[in-house]
């Protein structure tokens, strides 16, 4: 009995390491998107140290004016997407190109409505919010206003 216990003891500690040293290293906080405990902007993206990686710059303009995203790929995969707008809408790339959802301005400060599909959401400024689009599972972070003709927000695909 004693031999069983300790063996259900080690498999038991060693199965929690694994969990533990096995978690994704990206996160998305209060304060926007983490990569191993750091926090990345879109200013500092292309700083960031991960071999894995590639960065990539689109700019779209439009008639009042330029939108910037800066995306993160890992492995050719879309991890992460940081946009600057000066409408609030999110821009979400997938398989068929792109997505466009346009934002509307909540009821209660700094917060936000939007229509996926046949889903409504609210989301608020500074709070991650999961949300699925389609097959695919997401977490926006919409960053509080600095500037008043400016809209950005991070994307981080789970």
């Not at 096995?22 to 983490?34: I, V």
């Not at 303009?61 to 991890?79: A, C, F, V």
């Not at 999110?90 to 909540?106: E, Y």
């Not at 229509?115 to 949300?131: C, E, N, R, T, W």
């Amino acid at each position: 009995m004693k031999k069983t216990s300790m063996l259900l003891g080690v498999t038991l500690v060693a199965g929690c390491h694994h969990l533990a040293t096995s978690q994704d290293p990206w996160a998305m906080t209060q304060q926007g998107l983490t990569y191993q405990g750091e926090l990345i902007d879109q200013q500092h993206a292309q700083q960031l140290v991960c071999s894995r990686c590639e960065i990539k710059q689109q700019t779209t303009l439009t008639p009042l004016g330029p939108s910037n995203y800066t995306k993160l790929y890992i492995d050719g995969q879309l991890k992460a997407l940081w946009g600057e707008t000066y409408k609030p809408q999110l821009f979400v790339p997938n398989n068929v190109g792109r997505t466009l959802i346009p934002l509307k301005a909540g009821l209660q400060a700094n917060s936000w409505h939007a229509q996926f599909g046949d889903k409504q959401l609210h989301i608020y400024s500074a709070q991650p919010q999961p949300v699925t689009l389609g097959a695919a599972d997401y977490t926006i972070f919409i960053a509080p206003t600095t500037r008043s003709n400016r809209f950005t927000y991070t994307l981080l695909v789970n």
